[in-house]
């Protein structure tokens, strides 16, 4: 009882053999490539003011310092992780003084390392200059592989303590 089904799959037994072969082998190879699993992009850098730290330390004084105008302190950057950061500025906001850094800007720091710097505030006008500042902050450009950003940073009491008491001794009673 061969039908003509049976003898057609009788003289071509091989052929679909392997078109079964063939068609089980894509069908396998297309369910292991559908859930192979994902690699993950790598996490992004973090943006640099979330990476890096600036603490006040101390005044300091040295041979270019004038204390009538000037007021020289340490601050200590750290940078926790990511990538090395730039530091691109350094300035403050009062309009009667000014700033510059030493080193002087521009100057990188790596990923899990500290730098100290020295920052020199000069009064330009003590009548611009700020009598009493409550909580004074130092602005900072940074910049790494993933943004170029400027930060406020609120360096604390001591540091207002002792700006106060530079500017008393730069302006007396000429601040407003």
Do not use: M
Request: with cysteine; hydrophobic share 40%.
């Amino acid at each position: 009882p061969r039908g003509h089904l049976a003898r057609w799959y009788g003289r071509h037994r091989r052929a679909v053999h392997a078109a079964i072969a063939a068609l089980v082998v894509l069908a396998a190879g297309g369910y292991l490539h559908a859930h192979r699993t994902q690699q993950r992009p790598p996490a992004p850098a973090p943006f640099p003011s979330q990476a890096v730290d600036l603490v006040y330390l101390d005044p300091v004084t040295g041979p270019e310092t004038d204390p009538t105008s000037d007021f020289s302190f340490a601050v200590l950057l750290s940078v926790r992780s990511g990538p090395p950061v730039t530091v691109t500025r350094v300035t403050q906001p009062y309009a009667g003084l000014s700033a510059a850094s030493a080193p002087a800007a521009p100057f990188q720091t790596k990923s899990h390392s500290a730098l100290k710097i020295i920052v020199t505030l000069r009064v330009t006008e003590c009548e611009k200059a700020p009598r009493n500042p409550g909580l004074p902050f130092l602005d900072v450009t940074l910049r790494n592989t993933r943004a170029i950003q400027e930060h406020s940073f609120i360096l604390g009491s001591r540091y207002a303590r002792h700006l106060s008491e530079a500017l008393e001794v730069a302006c007396g009673d000429h601040s407003e």
